[in-house]
């Protein structure tokens, strides 16, 4: 992966029914848990936060197996991938692994001190999960600026 340009990079993690979204700091160095939309609000979310504030890059989270097959909502992240890229031809978009991502997301919420509640609200997870998937690529090799 080569680095992203300067500016904020978003990250997602889709679901069929709700999408988690975060995003960095303008200088790429923290991830944060954004907020959670839609599926079919998302291109829509998208293309406006760009709009507003120009992204550096979207990274999106490919969903596989722990066998590393695609899984129910492989196709549609497939699907998805091709019509950000369409939409916004100019951005760099990648894909990364987001196999242990929800699980990982429930531990950092426990290890954050988060109650039960909070930790069962899925939109939380899926928030922590996209953050999760967010800092994965930002440490990523290859990017050129990860110390």
Same mark, same amino acid.
């Given at each position: 992966?080569?680095?992203?340009?300067?500016?904020?990079?978003?990250?997602?993690?889709?679901?069929?029914?709700?999408?988690?979204?975060?995003?960095?700091?303008?200088?790429?160095?923290?991830?944060?848990?954004?907020?959670?939309?839609?599926?079919?609000?998302?291109?829509?979310?998208?293309?406006?936060?760009?709009?507003?504030?120009? =992204?550096?890059?979207?990274?999106?989270?490919? !969903?596989?197996?722990?066998?590393?097959? !695609?899984?129910?909502?492989?196709?549609?992240?497939?699907?998805?991938?091709?019509?950000?890229?369409?939409?916004?031809?100019?951005? !760099?978009?990648?894909?990364?692994?987001?196999?242990?991502?929800?699980?990982?997301?429930?531990?950092?919420?426990?290890?954050?001190? =988060?109650?039960?509640?909070?930790?069962?609200?899925?939109?939380?997870?899926?928030?922590?999960?996209?953050?999760?998937?967010?800092?994965?690529?930002?440490?990523? !090799?290859?990017?050129?600026?990860?110390?």
């Amino acid at each position: 992966m080569s680095p992203s340009p300067p500016g904020r990079v978003l990250a997602i993690d889709y679901g069929h029914k709700r999408v988690g979204l975060a995003l960095t700091d303008p200088l790429q160095l923290i991830a944060s848990p954004l907020d959670t939309v839609h599926s079919q609000d998302l291109v829509r979310f998208v293309l406006d936060l760009h709009a507003r504030e120009p =992204l550096a890059a979207v990274v999106v989270g490919m !969903p596989r197996t722990l066998l590393n097959e !695609p899984t129910d909502a492989t196709s549609a992240v497939v699907g998805l991938l091709r019509r950000l890229r369409r939409e916004l031809p100019a951005l !760099p978009i990648h894909e990364i692994d987001e196999r242990f991502t929800s699980r990982l997301a429930k531990q950092a919420m426990l290890a954050g001190g =988060l109650g039960k509640k909070a930790r069962q609200d899925k939109a939380t997870v899926d928030r922590v999960s996209a953050a999760l998937i967010l800092q994965s690529y930002l440490e990523s !090799p290859g990017r050129g600026n990860n110390g």
